[in-house]
């Protein structure tokens, strides 16, 4: 089935600095891939879709300055969070959509931590 | 029982009892309806999917029903196994180049 690789699944970062988190699609091509963002006991909340190729259209209220996303090839897409704050600290997901059938396969999920 | 806590409602149920766990979805346009499983520090796992064409769909010991007059949709598990506690999350798109929207969620707890 199809798999989507996201990594790193845990990263502690002082406040000020930047984190990259990468998706992969691993065996299907992605046009589209969408980040989300998951407080502790909360559900998970769309930050951005991303096309390739394209900009990323963000959702009202998620700092496109911030939360730098990037999509340069059909398997791969990488959300920056630049000047990392401790109110940054969240699980952040990602979740691709297979452009043969519209399904959406998730990542595993990346925990930051600003300290 | 049921009981809602700051953010999640926990959902508990005996082990061998029978699930449902309830979701209200917000767009009259959705067409499509999934639910997933979540586990903690994981990303969620697709459990069942359904169509607006459809008001049920069975899979393996779980049950989808949808209610578009109501904009409801349940998921029923079966003969509930320890091995289902874990946060379970309806989303809902319409079918397209859109994202999936996500539901609150219910905390499954099943007592041994």
């Known amino acids: 089935g199809a798999v989507v690789s996201q990594h790193p699944s845990r990263v502690i970062c002082k406040s000020g600095t930047s984190v990259k988190i990468e998706c992969r699609s691993l065996?299907?091509?992605?046009?589209?891939m969408f980040w989300y963002r998951q407080f502790p006991k909360q559900s998970l909340m769309l930050m951005a879709t991303?096309?390739?190729?394209?900009?990323?259209?963000?959702e009202q209220g998620v700092e496109k300055d911030k939360f730098l996303i990037n999509h340069a090839s059909l398997t791969l897409s990488t959300l920056t969070v630049t000047s990392a704050h401790p109110e940054d600290s969240s699980f952040y997901i990602c979740?691709?959509?297979?452009?043969?059938?519209?399904?959406?396969?998730f990542g595993s999920g990346t925990r930051l931590t600003v300290v | 029982g049921e009981s809602v806590g700051l953010h999640l409602p926990t959902l508990s149920v005996q082990e061998g009892d029978n699930s449902i766990i309830n979701c209200a979805y917000s767009?009259?346009?959705?067409?499509?309806f999934i639910w997933y499983k979540q586990e903690s520090g994981k990303g969620p796992q697709f459990i069942i999917d359904?169509?607006?064409?459809?008001d049920k769909r069975q899979g393996q010991r779980v049950t989808v029903l949808l209610n578009k007059t109501v904009k409801h949709l349940s998921l029923q598990i079966a003969a509930t196994q320890p091995g289902d506690s874990a946060v379970y999350f309806c989303?809902?798109?319409?079918?397209?180049?859109?994202?999936?929207?996500f539901g609150k969620g219910t905390r499954l707890s099943v007592i041994a």
């Open positions: 979740s691709a959509m297979d452009s043969g059938n519209y399904g959406y396969t």
């Open positions: 065996d299907f091509q992605a046009t589209t």
């Open positions: 991303s096309n390739e190729g394209s900009k990323a259209t963000y």
């Open positions: 767009n009259s346009a959705s067409d499509y």
């Open positions: 359904i169509r607006s064409n459809m």
């Open positions: 989303a809902e798109t319409i079918t397209g180049n859109t994202p999936l929207v």
